[in-house]
């Protein structure tokens, strides 16, 4: 019955399809159209570190209780791990194509949260990181001073602070990491020799440093309820974390006396050599030869369409 209608009526019939075609041609221009249909499944990272192990040592007591406590969540396919011999470790969890990452990032974060209570307490200080992006580098790029003023591990601090944040606020980038020198760090070369002719250990300097090098708040006086007549409140400012070598120098030890009764104090500054040096001395790189600059590399995260390079 409709078919006859339009076919007794062909300008009608046309004026329709011309009608239809220009409000499909007006609303195309608006529809969510997907260039690259995600294709890859989609992966979650979960990152840490244990400073001063080797790769059996985080096989055994790091790799082992998180993945024991991230295999099975929902929607996992399979998954890789890497223990570096600098105490980095990563590992990869990939899910089947079209699981809303958003949500493979909680469940592997909550699996993770449980895992941590039975990790060294080194690793549960640093913490761990899960994270939705592609284990592959995207971008990897060099920056070096033209002139040598600044050596690399300023290159690594500038990078570090200057860059990184500014980078990885870019849509489709997942993670920035910065190779080389990284950032500031205060180094403590204990002599082993003078450790032993003064009876102690590398145990008691990391005590000490953990002690001594701490922000505190000292509170205020003449807080409420004060005596009667207090009319002013005063917060207490006291000395924080230590920021030069020489400071860290004088953290005390140990305490002895000697026989005639007089203190004897052993500071880090008597066991070790103090220096601000770079955090790692792990990795280092070369642009034609030339002395180490800052590197950069940038993972992306899922695809997505605005996530593409736009002409």
């Known amino acids: 019955m409709f078919s006859k209608f339009f076919i007794e009526r062909p300008i009608f019939a046309n004026v329709i399809a011309i009608f239809t075609m220009l409000v499909g041609a007006v609303t195309v221009l608006s529809l969510p159209v997907e260039q690259y249909p995600q294709i890859l499944p989609p992966t979650v990272q979960v990152a840490t570190t244990y400073p001063g192990a080797n790769a059996q040592v985080l096989s055994d007591v790091v790799a082992s209780p998180i993945e024991q406590a991230v295999n099975g969540v929902e929607g996992m396919i399979y998954m890789s791990s890497l223990c570096s011999s600098n105490g980095a470790y990563a590992l990869t969890v990939t899910f089947e194509v079209g699981t809303d990452l958003d949500k493979a990032q909680i469940l592997v974060q ?3 949260s ?9 690793v549960q200080r640093q913490g761990g990181t899960a994270t939705k992006q592609s ?7 060099g920056l ?3 002139d040598r003023r600044y050596d690399d591990l300023y290159m690594s601090s500038y990078a570090t602070l200057q860059l990184k944040n500014a980078l990885a606020r870019i849509d489709g980038v997942g993670e920035v990491q910065v190779f080389g020198s990284s950032s500031y760090g205060m180094r403590i070369w204990i002599d082993p020799e003078k450790l032993r002719a003064r009876d ?3 145990e008691d300097v990391l005590v000490a440093i953990a002690e001594q090098n701490v922000q505190v708040a000292a509170g205020q006086v003449g807080q409420a309820p004060s005596p009667k007549g207090q009319e002013f409140q005063y917060t207490v400012a006291t000395r924080g974390r230590l920021s030069e070598p020489e400071e860290f120098g004088d953290i005390i030890v140990k305490t002895a006396s000697d026989p005639s009764s007089r203190m004897r104090l052993t500071r880090i500054r008597d066991v070790a050599r103090i220096e601000l040096g770079a955090q790692d001395y792990d990795t280092f790189t070369e642009i034609d030869g030339a002395p180490p600059p800052a590197w950069a590399s940038s993972n992306s995260r899922a695809p997505t369409p605005s996530a593409w390079p736009r002409p």
């Open 114 to 122: 449980t895992a941590l209570p039975r990790l060294p307490q080194e």
């Open 200 to 202: 102690l250990t590398t």
């Open 110 to 112: 909550n699996r993770l």
């Open 144 to 146: 070096y001073s033209p």
């Open 135 to 141: 284990p592959n580098i995207l971008l990897v790029v």
